[in-house]
């Protein structure tokens, strides 16, 4: 086995210790649906359990003991490559027994209901269930019904708080690099450009972001862009290169085109001409502004991949490995009161918990 910095320690001295609540008040949540329902710390404590996994998928033995007999279930209802590899190798680098479910194979094909689904999946014991589904707000239906832990892996177009916490991650470390590291992001400029309206993406960054200190901006085309989305927080644009103005970070996003129900953008040529992040373009923005993708990317639409491939700027590669990494700590984090591990067993008073 691999040795682990400090794997599943928290309660006691590991990476969270003095900065955090002790044990389970760190992070009282018995599931994971969304980044709405964190606290600023909670967020700052799965970055902080995060770390000693990057460490660890970097040594050549990937593998440990801690949720050794465990069952987690991947359950996909919408199509995924990266988020649904990231997940099982994260269960499976953690010792546990990882299942996945595809829709395409399952009953929902013959009319099952997404709630008799969720409870089947119970009843067979899972330890934690991962779902990615089309309709926002599944996820938060399936866990009020299920006695285990559910990770929102993408409900349509409301949240994927893990995706946002990869992300804060991603940029975490490439900030470091550069010895601009702190803690959170007080004073940076983040520009999230593309199909605002449909990306549970942009939701949970503009969440996460904000939650970190980093001041939003959001730029669309007017029929891709949420109305009210002021009331979030963030700030709207149309014109992308106002928007790129002193942005010390670019997250790109695709056109969602699986959720579209009918012509939002004229065409993609043109749509590549208003909004597609060039290299002449990432100029107006801050000298060194690094770029981000969640993937996956439609080269010479929303982004040219002498953008995505440039080596110093972008973080899209980095972003897929911190994912795995936070993924490990959530699992890790929300199953530790079935664990009951020293500090995190039993009920909290916060009745979050029951
Ligand atoms: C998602 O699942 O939302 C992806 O990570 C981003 C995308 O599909 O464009």
Known sequence: ??????????????????????????????????????????????????????????????????????????????????????????????????????????????????????????????????????????????????????????????????????DALALRHALDERGEGAEDFTGLVVTICGDIAHSRVARSNILCLQALGASVRVCAPPALMPAGIEMMGARPFVDFDAALEGSDVVMMLRLQAERMSGQFIPSTREYHHLYGLTKERLDRAAPDALVMHPGPMNRGVEIDSDVADMLDRSIITRQVEMGVAVRMACLDVLTRRARMLPGWEGPLGTGQWT
């Open 1 to 166: 086995m691999a040795s682990m910095a400090s794997a599943g320690s928290s309660s006691g001295s590991g990476p969270g210790s003095g900065r955090f609540p002790a044990g389970g008040n760190a992070f009282p949540h018995p599931s994971l649906t969304g980044i709405a329902q964190l606290e600023r710390h909670e967020i700052l404590y799965i970055l902080a359990e995060a770390e000693q996994w990057v460490e660890f998928n970097r040594q050549p033995d990937k593998h440990c003991d801690l949720l050794s007999g465990l069952t987690i279930i991947n359950a996909f209802f919408e199509n995924s490559t990266r988020t649904l590899l990231s997940f099982e190798i994260a269960g499976k680098r953690l010792g546990a027994d990882v299942v996945n479910m595809h829709a395409a194979q399952s009953s929902v094909k013959k009319g099952e209901t997404l709630l008799d689904t969720a409870i089947t999946l119970n009843a067979m014991r899972a330890d934690a269930i991962v779902i990615r589904h089309g309709s926002s707000g599944a996820v938060d239906l399936i866990d009020g019904k299920v006695d285990c832990p559910v990770l929102n892996a993408g409900d349509g177009s409301h949240e994927h708080p893990t995706q946002a916490l990869l």
